[in-house]
């Protein structure tokens, strides 16, 4: 990020409390059970952009400094977000996850959700020696993200609108874990509580954005780019946001909308198919709005780091906040 490389002294800050986080969580997901260790590490070792641990240590370092305790609560927060792609992976089918195997193509659906599970239970284990305020957030978060996920699977009551549907499920799957980085960071480095909420008003909307982003780029990307098939959640007809952008289009009586409507509504069992069908919403302007709705969250995102003070970490968030969008995997 160009804003930490232009404070080398804060930049050092930042990169070694990553590297700190690194080696823990490795510690984290260790065992001496030979199936739990190459299982647990699975996903682990094949990478992640980090996102949350990043966000936690630029909260603390905006709240008043990086401590052991923010430190801890990144660990927290990424082993959460770890143990949900598992579970994730199998409720979705999908075959592969940052480039790899997805853990349910290697071990079967049980191995899956039982590690999942395991590393919930590290990240539990962790926050709990942290405060008991550690732990409320924590909770609030994961019932949060388990709400949205179900939100999700039963759809949107009749009379709702579908995308507002969407946005309400992301705010609890996604948004609440981010949100969550936030209130860690700030609360654990001593910040008021107005900073408190500033931040975590930040990280829900930031994570809104960021899932946005990662829809459309599921379509517009390669697996190689994404180190996941594209389309998978077109086969599993899992709404997400180019769909339902399509979906007004076409709607509104937009004829090549319904055309493309037609192919992503289909069969696509067959790869070819599938890949027919990517291809043709990749192409349509729905992705064009997709990116408009990925974009203003981007910007609520931006506009609620208003009362914070400047600073390097704040600059480093509203950089992070226009990287959102502006990226390819």
């Given at each position: 990020?160009e804003v930490?490389?232009a404070?080398?002294?804060f930049?050092?800050?930042?990169?070694?409390a990553?590297?700190?986080i690194?080696t823990?969580?490795?510690?984290?997901?260790?065992?001496s059970?030979?199936l739990i260790?190459v299982?647990?590490?699975?996903?682990?070792?094949?990478?992640?952009?980090?996102?949350r641990?990043?966000l936690?240590v630029?909260?603390?370092?905006?709240?008043g400094g990086?401590?052991?305790?923010?430190?801890?609560?990144a660990v927290?927060v990424?082993?959460?977000h770890?143990?949900?792609l598992?579970h994730d992976?199998?409720m979705?089918?999908?075959?592969?996850?940052?480039?790899?195997?997805a853990?349910h193509?290697?071990?079967?659906n049980n191995?899956?959700?039982?590690?999942g599970d395991?590393?919930?239970?590290?990240?539990?284990?962790?926050?709990?020696?942290?405060?008991?305020r550690?732990?409320?957030?924590q909770?609030?978060?994961?019932e949060r993200?388990?709400?949205?996920?179900?939100?999700?699977?039963?759809?949107p009551p009749?009379?709702?609108d579908?995308?507002?549907?969407y946005?309400q499920?992301?705010?609890?799957k996604t948004?609440?874990?981010?949100a969550?980085c936030?209130?860690?960071?700030s609360?654990?480095?001593g910040?008021?509580?107005e900073v408190?909420?500033v931040?975590?008003n930040?990280?829900?909307?930031i994570?809104?954005?960021?899932q946005?982003?990662?829809?459309?780029?599921d379509?517009?990307?390669?697996?190689?780019?994404?180190?996941?098939?594209?389309?998978t959640?077109l086969r599993?007809g899992?709404p997400?946001l180019p769909v339902?952008v399509?979906?007004?289009?076409?709607?509104?009586?937009?004829t090549?909308a319904?055309?493309?409507?037609?192919?992503?509504?289909g069969?696509l069992?067959a790869?070819e198919?599938?890949?027919?069908?990517?291809?043709?919403?990749?192409?349509h302007?729905?992705i064009?709005?997709?990116?408009?709705?990925?974009?203003?969250?981007?910007?609520?995102?931006e506009?609620a780091?208003?009362?914070?003070?400047?600073?390097?970490a704040?600059?480093?968030?509203?950089s992070f906040?226009?990287?959102m969008?502006?990226?390819?995997?």
């Amino acid at each position: 990020m160009e804003v930490i490389a232009a404070d080398p002294e804060f930049g050092a800050q930042v990169l070694a409390a990553l590297d700190r986080i690194e080696t823990r969580l490795a510690e984290e997901v260790r065992s001496s059970d030979p199936l739990i260790e190459v299982t647990a590490s699975h996903l682990l070792k094949a990478g992640g952009k980090r996102v949350r641990p990043l966000l936690t240590v630029l909260a603390g370092a905006i709240g008043g400094g990086i401590n052991d305790d923010v430190i801890d609560a990144a660990v927290v927060v990424e082993l959460t977000h770890l143990a949900s792609l598992y579970h994730d992976d199998v409720m979705d089918s999908a075959p592969v996850r940052r480039g790899v195997d997805a853990a349910h193509t290697v071990w079967g659906n049980n191995v899956a959700i039982l590690t999942g599970d395991l590393i919930f239970a590290r990240a539990s284990a962790l926050v709990a020696t942290l405060s008991q305020r550690a732990y409320q957030i924590q909770a609030n978060a994961f019932e949060r993200l388990v709400t949205g996920q179900l939100q999700e699977t039963s759809g949107p009551p009749e009379g709702t609108d579908a995308l507002e549907h969407y946005i309400q499920v992301l705010a609890g799957k996604t948004g609440s874990l981010i949100a969550a980085c936030g209130v860690y960071g700030s609360t654990l480095a001593g910040a008021t509580p107005e900073v408190i909420e500033v931040l975590e008003n930040y990280g829900e909307k930031i994570g809104v954005a960021f899932q946005l982003a990662d829809d459309v780029i599921d379509i517009t990307s390669t697996a190689a780019q994404t180190g996941k098939t594209p389309g998978t959640d077109l086969r599993e007809g899992v709404p997400t946001l180019p769909v339902l952008v399509l979906r007004r289009m076409a709607a509104g009586g937009d004829t090549s909308a319904q055309e493309v409507l037609a192919l992503v509504d289909g069969d696509l069992t067959a790869d070819e198919d599938l890949a027919r069908a990517v291809e043709a919403l990749a192409g349509h302007p729905a992705i064009d709005g997709a990116w408009e709705v990925a974009e203003s969250w981007v910007n609520h995102a931006e506009a609620a780091l208003a009362p914070l003070p400047e600073s390097t970490a704040k600059r480093a968030l509203q950089s992070f906040a226009r990287g959102m969008v502006h990226r390819s995997a």
